[in-house]
């Protein structure tokens, strides 16, 4: 892959230029996704919120110089939604691709964000893009779709949220690649952080060291702990001027519990550490 200085992203219907989003590799994972997409072979990403794995998927978009759709999924999200419907435009009604479609025809990476979070025909629409087919079947309209060359299909869940309740079957599972995310090392991260907001070296090690200090707190019960996502909020807008004990809380404690009793030891404990 060559390197370049100007990054492109396509779009549906033309070429723009934008500067390439940060992101610090962790382990090998960019060489993964470079292969997998050389392949063409589909890649799930595991990790809990906030790990890094959408800006991952964008940075890599950008590297590969690939246009990038992408569907946050939610429990409602069905696979009429990726592939399309028919709508009433004026006097006469008309097919619509859905992202999915469009994917498969332009040759673009499709990112579905959270996939366990949506209906299970999702998963059943995809099946034939995971393996060797590499083919779409639209019902609706009675074809079937040959995935453009450069088409790419990437999912990510968070295998600890509600676990036994909203996980991937095994047999779903092995028809990707797999990367697991994690938070970064402390050092890692500081630098994820200063190099993202501008914040200075010091500040961002405090905002890590606490993010470290309420990970470690398992007693709390928290269904989501610090994310790297939240300690980036709270950067910019300690380094937009906001008092550091209140960005702090509205960016990083707030966000976690609406336990008012939890609250109030989190900002106590965060308000010692900065």
């Given at each position: 892959m060559s390197t370049i200085d100007t990054n492109i992203i396509?779009?549906?219907?033309?070429?723009?230029?934008?500067?390439?989003?940060?992101?610090?590799?962790?382990?090998?994972?960019?060489?993964?996704?470079?292969?997998?997409?050389?392949?063409?072979?589909?890649?799930l990403l595991k990790g809990p919120t906030g790990t890094g794995?959408?800006?991952?998927?964008?940075?890599?978009?950008?590297?590969?110089?690939?246009?990038?759709?992408?569907?946050?999924?939610h429990e409602?999200?069905?696979s009429t939604d990726l592939i399309g419907r028919y709508i009433i435009k004026g006097a006469e009604t008309i097919w619509v691709d859905g992202p999915l479609t469009k994917a498969v025809k332009e040759g673009a990476i499709l990112y579905l964000d959270e996939i366990a979070e949506a209906r299970p025909d999702v998963v059943v629409a995809i099946h034939s893009?995971?393996?060797?087919?590499?083919?779409?079947y639209i019902d609706k309209l009675g074809i079937t779709v040959e995935a453009h060359p450069d088409f790419m299909l990437v999912a990510s869940f968070n295998p600890g949220y509600q676990k036994g309740f909203k996980e991937?079957?095994?047999?779903?599972?092995q028809r990707f690649v797999a990367l697991s995310f994690q938070y970064p090392t402390a050092k890692d991260e500081t630098e994820i952080v200063y190099t993202e907001t501008g914040l200075d070296k010091d500040t961002s090690k405090k905002l890590?060291?606490?993010?470290?200090?309420?990970?470690?707190?398992?007693?709390?019960?928290?269904?989501e702990t610090v994310s790297t996502r939240l300690l980036v909020d709270a950067a910019m807008l300690i380094n937009s001027g906001l008092p550091k004990r209140l960005s702090v809380k509205v960016a990083i404690v707030e966000p976690l519990t609406d336990d008012l009793e939890i609250t109030q030891a989190l900002t106590d404990l965060c308000d010692l550490m900065i």
């Open positions: 396509r779009s549906e219907t033309k070429v723009s230029y934008k500067t390439i989003p940060f992101y610090k590799p962790i382990d090998r994972e960019v060489e993964v996704f470079q292969h997998a997409f050389k392949n063409k072979l589909p890649i794995k959408t800006r991952f998927v964008d940075f890599m978009a950008h590297q590969l110089e690939q246009s990038l759709l992408t569907v946050s999924c409602e999200t069905s893009l995971t393996d060797h087919r590499k083919e779409l991937l079957k095994p047999s779903t599972r890590v060291n606490i993010a470290n200090k309420i990970r470690n707190l398992t007693e709390l019960g928290l269904t």
